[in-house]
T-cell receptor, first 115, second 112 residues
Framework: GAGVSQSPRYKVAKRGQDVALRCDPI?????LFWYQQALGQGPEFLTY????????KSGLPSDRFFAERPEGSVSTLKIQRTQQEDSAVYLC?????????????FGPGTRLTVL | GNSVTQMEGPVTLSEEAFLTINCTYT??????LFWYVQYPGEGLQLLLK?????DKGSNKGFEATYRKETTSFHLEKGSVQVSDSAVYFC???????????FGKGNQVVVIP
C-alpha cells in the first residue's frame, strides 16, 4: 500500500510569502504528526492530531505557523510571512494507534528554503 | 520531558567493520525506545524498537538492548555494508506521549 506522501517535495519562498505544505497519511491512521528538521539535526515536534482534533500544538514556534486536518485524513501545515529561520525540512508522520508512543511512518518531507 | 542523547559526530568505517552508535535516555518510567534510519533522499523509517527493559530489538543485522541500569539503547551491527550508509536516530515518546523526541542523529559512512 501507499505510504505517507508529502507535497511539494521542495519549496522556495521569498521572505514574507505564505506557504502551504500538504501531508497525505496512510489510510486509516488515526494519529498525524508534523516535525521540523533543521540541517544536521534530529526532527523536532511541531504538532499532533488525533483524527481531526489537534491535541497538541505546543511545538509550533510562532503564531505564524498553523496546521489543520479538517476531515481526519489529509493535513496542511501553513506558514505565514515566512522568515529565513523557517528554512528546514518539514516531516509528516502518521500512526495507526493513538499517541506518539508507537511506530510512526514518515513521509519524505518538504524541503523549504526561504530566501 | 523524556529525552535521548546520541554520541557526537559522524562515523566512518570500512565495510565488514563492527558498528556501535551510543544512545542514552532520560525518562519517567520505561517508555518504548526506537532507532530510526534515514537513507539518502528518503524519509525516516523505523529500524528497530524495544518496548520494555531488557528487551532486544533487531532488524537487518542491527541490534539494540534496552538497558535500564545504564539508561542506554546502543545500536550495534557486527559487519556493516556500504548500503548501511545513512543517518541513524535514537528516539522515545515524550511530553504526555504526544510526540517522539529524537537525538541529533549520527551519519554513518561505510567505505568499500
Amino acid at each position: 500500500g501507499a505510504g505517507v506522501s508529502q507535497s511539494p517535495r521542495y519549496k522556495v519562498a521569498k521572505r514574507g510569502q505564505d506557504v502551504a505544505l500538504r501531508c497525505d497519511p496512510i489510510s486509516g491512521h488515526v494519529s498525524l504528526f508534523w516535525y521540523q528538521q533543521a540541517l544536521g539535526q534530529g526532527p523536532e515536534f511541531l504538532t499532533y492530531f488525533q483524527n481531526e482534533a489537534q491535541l497538541d500544538k505546543s511545538g509550533l514556534p510562532s503564531d505564524r505557523f498553523f496546521a489543520e486536518r479538517p476531515e481526519g485524513s489529509v493535513s496542511t501545515l501553513k506558514i505565514q510571512r515566512t522568515q529565513q529561520e523557517d528554512s528546514a525540512v518539514y516531516l509528516c508522520a502518521s500512526s495507526f494507534q493513538r499517541g506518539g508512543g508507537n511506530e510512526q511512518f514518515f513521509g519524505p518531507g518538504t524541503r523549504l528554503t526561504v530566501l | 520531558g523524556n529525552s535521548v542523547t546520541q554520541m557526537e559526530g559522524p562515523v566512518t568505517l570500512s565495510e565488514e567493520a563492527f558498528l556501535t552508535i551510543n544512545c542514552t535516555y532520560t525518562a519517567t518510567g520505561y517508555p518504548s525506545l526506537f532507532w530510526y534510519v534515514q537513507y539518502p533522499g528518503e524519509g525516516l523509517q523505523l529500524l528497530l524498537k524495544a518496548t520494555k527493559a531488557d528487551d532486544k530489538g533487531s532488524n537487518k543485522g542491527f541490534e539494540a538492548t534496552y538497558r535500564k541500569e545504564t539508561t542506554s539503547f546502543h545500536l550495534e551491527k557486527g559487519s556493516v555494508q556500504v548500503s548501511d550508509s545513512a543517518v541513524y536516530f535514537c528516539a522515545l515518546p515524550s511530553r504526555g506521549n504526544n510526540r517522539l523526541a529524537f537525538g541529533k542523529g549520527n551519519q554513518v559512512v561505510v567505505i568499500p
